[in-house]
C-alpha cells in the first residue's frame, strides 16, 4: 500500500516542522499533485470506458485548477 506521498505517512509529527523543512513538505506535495495529474490523464487516454474516461479528466483538471490558488510565494520564509 502506498504512503500516499506524505512526509508523515498518515500521522502528525511529533515536533513542530522548521521553516526549511516546511518548505521541503510544500514542495513535495505540489511535486505529488503534478504527478497525480499526469497518472489521471494517461490511464484516461488508455481506457475506452468515456464515462471512466471524463471522471479522470475532471479528476486532473481539478489538480489542475489549484496551481492557480496557490500565491507566489515570498522571497523569505516567514517565521511563525
Avoid: H, W
Avoid at 509529527?13 to 514542495?27: G, H, M, N, Q, W
Wanted: glycine fraction near 6%.
Amino acid at each position: 500500500m502506498p504512503e500516499f506521498g506524505s512526509p508523515f505517512s498518515g500521522k502528525a509529527s511529533d515536533r513542530k516542522l522548521t521553516d526549511a523543512e516546511l518548505v521541503r513538505a510544500i514542495r513535495f506535495m505540489i511535486a505529488a499533485e503534478y504527478e497525480a495529474v499526469q497518472m489521471y490523464m494517461q490511464l484516461a487516454e488508455s481506457i475506452n470506458n468515456r464515462l471512466a474516461a471524463k471522471v479522470l479528466e475532471d479528476l486532473a483538471d481539478e489538480g489542475t485548477s489549484s496551481r492557480g490558488r496557490i500565491p507566489p510565494a515570498p522571497s523569505r520564509a516567514c517565521s511563525g
